[in-house]
């Protein structure tokens, strides 16, 4: 089973930056998509970026220009390196990774909180 672990959530001020890693293990050579989600307090879960296998980004529009993903395969982590922080990029940050079989995994989420 695919293990993940984030880390790098915390208060920032709004105009400020984050860099959140998500560190995997198990059988990861499997693994096809990875990706990080959000979900804001009281509100549903919400795609914010995913990087596959080939190295192709993908961005929600909320975040484009302000977000990047980011993967070093010799550490087994990926990263979310977050600028321009906003109060509403508020939310717990989940690491997901998608294996070939379909299989979906996730972290236990690192809160990010922005302070106005």
């Known amino acids: 089973q695919v293990r993940l672990v984030e880390s790098g959530g915390g208060l920032v001020q709004a105009g400020g930056s984050l860099k959140l890693s998500c560190v995997a293990s198990g059988p990861i050579f499997n693994l096809n998509v990875m990706g990080w989600y959000r979900q804001p307090s009281g509100q549903k879960r919400e795609l914010v970026a995913t990087?596959?296998?080939?190295?192709?980004?993908n961005y929600a529009e909320s975040v484009k220009g302000r977000f990047t993903i980011s993967r070093d395969s010799a550490k087994n982590t990926l990263y979310l390196q977050i600028n321009s922080l906003k109060f509403e990029d508020t939310a717990v940050y989940y690491c997901?990774?998608?294996?070939?079989?379909?299989?979906?995994?996730w972290g236990q989420g690192t809160q990010v909180t922005v302070s106005s």
């Open positions: 997901a990774a998608e294996t070939h079989d379909d299989n979906l995994y």
């Open positions: 990087l596959s296998a080939g190295g192709e980004a």
